[in-house]
């Protein structure tokens, strides 16, 4: 199936960061098993260095960004690229709303980070949902 016509969600890299790896690892919980048929994603750095396919799937489908701090590494790309950003989630922003799931590992989270990442994963669902019935 092409991947065109799917929502798009792009998560920061946030590589050697606790936050990153919870928003990486509910866009794959969402793009592989919550809503496989309905998302997908592609490599933020692509976005990055004006990968020409890349850019024209972010300028002609649906995208939600997922940063873990303030520095929105995916949401300011997807702009700047004039890609087609219909939400942005900060994994900050989950957290301050699950105080007691304080993510720890970088590698492989915690039980209470994996946990943080499912109900961002959640969050991102019902975006998609409601863009889905908007269309």
Known sequence: MSKSGKI?????????????????????????KLRPNEATTVCLP????????VLKLV???SCISV?????????????????KLVASFMVTDVLRENR???????????????????R????????IDETNKNR
Do not use: H, W
Request: aromatic share 4%.
């Open 59 to 61: 300028r002609t489908n």
């Open 67 to 83: 940063d873990g701090c303030p520095f929105q590494c995916a949401r300011k790309n997807i702009e700047a690229s004039k890609g």
């Open 8 to 32: 798009f969600v792009i998560s920061c890299s946030g590589i050697g960061k606790a936050l990153g790896t919870v928003g990486r690892t509910a866009m794959y919980e969402v793009v592989e």
């Open 46 to 53: 692509l976005i990055t260095i004006g990968d020409e396919t």
């Open 100 to 118: 007691g799931l304080k993510p720890e590992g970088v590698i492989e989270l915690n039980p209470k980070g994996l946990k943080l990442a499912s």
């Open 120 to 127: 961002l994963a959640e969050k991102i669902v019902r975006q």
